[in-house]
């Protein structure tokens, strides 16, 4: 554990009464470096405790060195400021570590006995503390500094306790919080399909809290938990075969560990000795890529792991750092020498035989690395304020000779910057960076060592559904998973590169060939001339229309005769045209939409169906007005004569007429390439442009074939020889049946098949009008002549 304190000092060239101060002790080892104008930081950590060594916190300390030293000698960075250093060991106690913080606070540090106790009380000035290792020895830390307004930026404490800003409120940290990490583990679970789990913790608040956190989030999409155990270092060996008794008793084969690497090892050596095999395990970065747990014997139990990792970002000139470390660059001033020596001795940096990149203590180093760039960067913007123009009362700026923690704190809260490496790094409200983790699998390379490979990402700044990512891999059924199948890319996604973990999206007019491997221009599609639906359509209308002319012919040669006189012929031949022209306006809509088709198609054939309804009003008003007309003194077909009838049918046109012109002025309809329906093929169809104006014509004539369907229905038991209100009625039975069902089928059928729709019902709703209306006539005409003539239907009438 590392814990880096700040103190702002001015060094006199010549000190009258110099203090004291032990700067190392033995089982609390010490480094310090003091700049001429000294930013002093302490770094506490347990690099040597118990005559051990940690390399792992080592690393920590080398790293707090090395961007010490980058920024000293950085011009445009604090220029002539030096910042300085003081480490200090807590030996992973969290008694000790709040101990050393409330030496510094109170100036009382810990003192050499051969030294007066009175020269040893010289208060020092902390300004900030960087580090600890353990969210538990953190949090006792930034309780115990919390009320003294210090700053602590912890570069790898990531309970997610810590960012409750009314109990830390002076707290920031360069790593992730947990939250997020429990967030990014119950993805990778719900990603796989994995919904029957078992879940191993550590009993302190990094495990218990991410865990807590994780289950609550499992448990809402529906997965269940079949056991949850706790596990620390000292659990006793008992516990530990409980734990592996539950584990080999239990159905589920995915297990879920959020836990740090010491506290799980002898639980991994239990499961080993007891061939525990075939578990999937799940876990977070505090283990899933530490190298002592990832030997070969182990391989047998945790073989295809996956987990989150803290994002690898290498820091240029640090690995060469590393491996230049020598006793012999460090003053001989404390027993942090002794550490150095240890480490550099133990084994030395040049020879550890691992990848720079897959190191986890590496991948840490940058969060010390940004730690000390983030206070760095809040001086230097102390440095640079003007007065008037602070973030203090009346815009004051900082007194510079003497920095204090909570001002600190304030340029803290605003750091925004971007390093060297390009990693831009900012707090947010909590005091917590953004989210992004690794994804990694152990895999077993050829040599038989175990690799941490990157699998996937995870990036809490991206959009809900889109934060985690996994490249084309499958599982395979049976197999760990590390074992993958390359899966073809999704539709419209295509790879031309051989062992490639991306696919490529085709443009919006191509789609993927068979062997998503190239982008090929996709299909369009229209109902056209030359395929059988739309031969068949062309026939039924030319059909239609070949009917219509050979009733309007029967109707012209037999025009004198009393059938045709007494139903009205001029308003019957008009009626015969609108519906000639409502079987032919259907050709409109069959071919490639253009933009005259579709304007002519719906227009057309909302005008001429107008027309024909309108002339079937007619009809069925003169039937009402001319029975009614029979009566004494009634003169009322004077008021609706032949000119009347022709005004009434041109009147309702030109409605219709009216609203298809401000159709087209308005938002005419257009050709469109629908791609949004099909993923492989483009639909060519005319957009309605106005659906408004749309449903208004279809309402028009809606309106004007209820109101024929009402009188001709009141005219149904008039005379049958002049009265052809029933025809009228079963034709507006018919009519209204097809439009009524057209609508929901409309608006349901895909593509051309929409267009057919609107052809069959003009079409069925046009031979309706013609078969129920005119063959009746036709008929008489044709096969019975004998009942065409006025004395025959003067008799039935009488009668």
């Not at 919080?177 to 990603?191: E, P, R």
């Not at 809290?209 to 000292?234: H, K, N, P, W």
């Not at 390009?422 to 060592?449: C, H, M």
Request: aromatic content about 12%; charged content about 20%; some cysteine.
């Amino acid at each position: 554990m590392l814990v880096l304190t700040l103190t702002l000092l001015f060094i006199p060239l010549k000190a009258e009464n110099p203090a004291c101060r032990l700067h190392a002790k033995p089982d609390v080892p010490q480094h310090s470096k003091n700049g001429l104008f000294l930013k002093e930081y302490v770094l506490i950590s347990n690099c040597l405790c118990f005559f051990s060594v940690n390399i792992k916190e080592f690393l920590f300390a080398q790293t707090m060195i090395f961007a010490t030293e980058e920024i000293n000698n950085n011009p445009d960075l604090l220029p002539n400021v030096s910042l300085g250093y003081k480490i200090y060991d807590d030996c992973r106690s969290m008694s000790l570590a709040i101990r050393r913080a409330m030496s510094l606070l109170n100036g009382q540090e810990e003192s050499n006995s051969s030294f007066s106790s009175n020269s040893c009380e010289k208060p020092s000035s902390v300004n900030a503390i960087i580090g600890l290792s353990d969210s538990s020895a953190t949090k006792g830390v930034a309780s115990s500094v919390g009320p003294f307004h210090i700053p602590v930026i912890s570069y790898y404490a990531t309970c997610a306790c810590l960012s409750d800003k009314k109990e830390f409120p002076t707290f920031f940290r360069t790593i992730p919080s947990d939250y997020y990490q429990s967030k990014a583990l119950a993805q990778i679970v719900k990603y796989f399909g994995w919904t029957w789990i078992g879940a191993i913790r550590t009993d302190r608040d990094y495990g218990n809290i991410g865990m807590a956190t994780f289950l609550d989030i499992v448990q809402q999409e529906g997965v269940c938990v079949e056991y949850s155990e706790a596990i620390v270092r000292a659990t006793p060996r008992e516990k530990i075969l409980k734990i592996v008794d539950v584990i080999k008793r239990s159905t589920s084969k995915v297990v879920v560990v959020f836990a740090s690497y010491v506290d799980l090892e002898f639980l991994i050596q239990e499961l080993l000795t007891q061939k525990v095999f075939g578990l999937q395990w799940v876990g977070s970065e505090g283990w899933i890529s530490n190298e002592y747990l990832a030997i070969p014997e182990n391989y047998k139990v945790l073989g295809g792991a996956i987990g989150c990792v803290i994002n690898n970002d290498i820091i240029p000139g640090l690995q060469e750092f590393f491996q230049n470390i020598s006793p012999s660059d460090i003053p001989d001033d404390s027993n942090y020498n002794q550490t150095a020596r240890a480490a550099t001795g133990l084994k030395d940096l040049r020879q550890l035989n691992i990848q720079y990149a897959d190191v986890p203590e590496l991948r840490i180093t940058s969060n010390v690395y940004k730690a000390m760039y983030a206070i760095a960067h809040s001086l230097h913007k102390i440095y640079e304020c003007q007065e008037g123009q602070g973030p203090f009362e009346n815009k004051t700026c900082a007194n510079k000779t003497k920095i204090e923690p909570w001002q600190l704190i304030q340029y803290m809260k605003n750091v925004n910057f971007t390093t060297k490496y390009g990693e831009k790094v900012y707090f947010d409200e909590n005091g917590d960076p953004i989210a992004r983790y690794d994804l990694v699998n152990w895999q077993l390379s050829k040599e038989g060592t175990i690799q941490f490979v990157t699998v996937g990402l995870y990036d809490a700044s991206l959009p809900y559904g889109f934060t985690l990512r996994f490249p084309q891999f499958t599982s395979k059924k049976g197999k760990p998973v590390c074992c993958f199948d390359c899966l073809p890319c999704a539709e419209g996604e295509i790879s031309n590169a051989t062992d490639s973990v991306d696919c490529i999206k085709c443009n919006l007019e191509y789609k993927a060939n068979e062997k998503r491997d190239k982008c090929i221009l996709k299909e369009t599609e229209f109902l056209s001339f030359g395929e059988i639906m739309g031969i068949l359509l062309v026939i039924f209308s030319l059909l239609g229309t070949c009917m219509t002319i050979a009733v309007a012919l029967v109707f012209f040669l037999y025009r004198d005769t009393p059938i045709v006189r007494a139903n009205n012929s001029e308003l019957s031949f008009l009626l015969l045209l609108s519906l000639a022209l409502c079987f032919l306006c259907s050709l409109t809509f069959i071919g490639q939409p253009s933009d005259w088709s579709c304007m002519l198609r719906h227009t057309a054939f909302g005008i001429t169906f107008v027309m024909c309804i309108s002339c079937v009003l007619g009809k069925t008003i003169v039937v009402l007005m001319a029975f009614r007309a029979t009566l004494p003194g009634n003169n009322i077909m004077k008021w609706f004569g032949p000119a009347q009838q022709r005004l009434s049918v041109f009147s309702l046109s030109f409605i219709q007429i009216l609203i298809c012109a401000l159709w087209l002025i308005v938002s005419p309809p257009f050709p469109n390439r629908n791609m949004k329906h099909y993923k492989d093929r483009i639909i060519l169809e005319c957009d309605l442009g106005s659906v408004a104006v749309f449903y208004a014509v279809l309402g028009y004539i809606g309106l004007l074939s209820s109101m024929c369907f009402l009188l001709s229905f009141l005219a149904r038991k008039l005379p049958d020889n002049f009265n052809e209100a029933k025809y009228i009625t079963f034709s507006m039975l018919i009519f209204c049946a097809v439009w009524v069902t057209f609508i929901p089928a409309y608006i349901s059928s895909p593509g051309k098949y929409t267009v057919a729709v609107e052809i069959f019902a003009i079409l069925a709703s046009s031979f309706g009008l013609l078969f129920c209306i005119f063959f009746p006539k036709c008929h008489i005409i044709l096969l019975k002549p004998e009942n065409n003539t006025k004395k025959h239907l003067m008799g039935k009438m009488v009668s």
